[in-house]
Nanobody, 120 residues
């Protein structure tokens, strides 16, 4: 059974730091693009950061310079470190893993989400 388990998050003061981690099981991590999304109250889910299977990293403009995403294929984990947190970073953060194959097939998996609240 494929599963993504997120950890980290919680209540953080503005200007602080936080770390999120996501562990995958029964998912082909080595062929996947992995990343983090978030959904703020009343907003649509948006990409925060992702790393492709080739190691190409993309950050949303809103977190550039404040976020660092890393992956460990051996452990099937992806982590997100954020600093200089702002109240607008408050959201539910979701881990996403997308397996992609050369025949064009893709399989997408989502974590259950973890709440991050930044107090001003």
């Amino acid at each position: 059974q494929e599963e993504l388990v997120e950890s980290g998050g919680g209540l953080v003061q503005a200007g602080g730091t936080l770390g999120l981690s996501c562990a995958a099981s029964a998912i082909r991590f080595d062929v996947a693009t992995v990343g983090w999304y978030r959904r703020a109250p009343g907003e649509q889910r948006e990409l925060v950061a992702q790393i492709s299977r080739e190691g190409v990293i993309h950050y949303a403009d809103s977190v550039k310079g404040r976020a660092t995403i890393t992956r460990d294929n051996a452990k099937s984990t992806v982590s997100l470190q954020m600093s200089s947190l702002k109240p607008e970073d408050t959201a539910v953060y979701y881990c996403n893993v997308v397996e992609s194959y050369y025949n064009g097939e893709t399989l997408s998996f989502w974590g259950q989400g973890t709440q991050v609240t930044v107090s001003s």
